[in-house]
């Protein structure tokens, strides 16, 4: 069996405009001695009510030793 060590750091902020809420993050994550993941992701939210809002993001991931994707995200966020 192995065993290898995992650790993950990220790093996260928020800068509130008169309406949209923005957001980053970077994060990068360690395991064993010598592979390690990255990932970087900036996004907004705008509220449509004091429950309700809706957010995108836009995300890079770069795993260990391959090319970097990205991804992004849109959706509708309610609390009942």
Known sequence: TS?????AATLGVTYQLPVVL???SIGRQGIGEDTHNEMASVGARYPL?????????LTH?????KDGVYGY???LNHSF
């Open 3 to 7: 065993n290898s060590t995992a650790r």
């Open 73 to 75: 995200g849109v959706g």
């Open 22 to 24: 923005l957001q980053a």
């Open 49 to 57: 009510s004091n429950r309700t809002y809706v957010y995108s993001s």
């Open 61 to 65: 991931f770069k795993a260990y030793e």
